[in-house]
């Protein structure tokens, strides 16, 4: 099963400041299609996860341009260009290349 | 707009079975690719089980054996039956829509397990 870790555990942020958090997979999440189905999504207290970024860089609907996804093959970040105060909760990094479908254990965020 | 409303979950004990369902709308069912993922209390994601609109099916190792997955799509309708249930399969289980997509999650159904 391909291994994903995130870094690190937790992140306390200052509001307006950048954060990033990091994705590594243990193989790498090119597809025979040529995507990479890296997804990020953001939980917060008590809700379903909300994807920001799918196939490593793109953002989903209605996901403000502070969120981006970078990265290739087997390394990938989520950077926020400023915290806000609504960005707190967990991240996940989650690859849908190969079977089984595999999440990185959480990276939660919290205001200083 | 789309929308995933999970049903089905309660209290059981070890052994016991349990059948979960999605009901969708606001998209073509019959068209989509369907997953179930479940989060254990205080725990991170998993993914458990996925059906492609062809029928073809993946499930994880730790579900394989006891869970089904399937769909009805005359009733717009996913299926999670859970056979053999056993502590650690205590968890919110959310329904997503979408081969590679997870744009759409349902609000879960809790599946408590106990003795």
């Known amino acids: 099963d391909v291994v994903m870790t995130q870094s690190p555990l937790s992140l306390p942020v200052t509001l307006g400041q950048p954060a990033s958090i990091s994705c590594r997979s243990s193989?790498?999440?090119?597809?025979?299609?040529?995507?990479?189905?890296l997804i990020w999504f953001h939980q917060r207290p008590g809700q379903s996860p909300r994807r920001l970024i799918y196939?490593?860089?793109k953002r989903g609907s209605g996901v403000p341009d502070r969120f981006s996804g970078i990265g290739s093959g087997t390394d990938f970040t989520l950077e926020i260009s400023r915290v806000e105060a609504d960005d707190v909760g967990v991240y996940y990094c989650?690859?849908?290349?190969?079977?089984?479908?595999?999440f990185g254990g959480g990276t939660k965020v919290e205001i200083k | 707009q789309v929308q995933l409303v999970e049903s089905g979950g309660g209290v059981v004990r070890p052994g016991d079975s349990l059948r979960l369902s999605c009901v969708a709308s606001?998209?073509?069912?019959?068209?989509?690719?369907m997953h179930w993922v479940r989060q254990a209390p205080g725990k991170g994601l998993e993914w458990v089980a996925f059906?492609?609109?062809?029928?073809?099916?993946v499930y994880a190792d730790s579900v394989k054996g006891r869970f089904t997955i399937s769909r009805d799509n005359s009733k717009n309708t996913l299926y999670l039956q859970m056979n053999s249930l056993r502590a650690d399969d205590t968890a919110l289980y959310y329904c997503?829509?979408?081969?590679?997509?997870?744009?759409?999650w349902g609000q879960g159904t809790l599946v408590t397990v106990s003795s």
């Open positions: 989650m690859q849908a290349t190969l079977w089984p479908l595999t």
């Open positions: 606001g998209f073509t069912f019959s068209r989509s690719d």
């Open positions: 196939k490593v860089s």
């Open positions: 059906i492609r609109n062809d029928g073809r099916i």
């Open positions: 193989q790498s999440l090119v597809h025979s299609d040529g995507n990479t189905y």
């Open positions: 997503t829509e979408g081969r590679v997509d997870f744009d759409y």
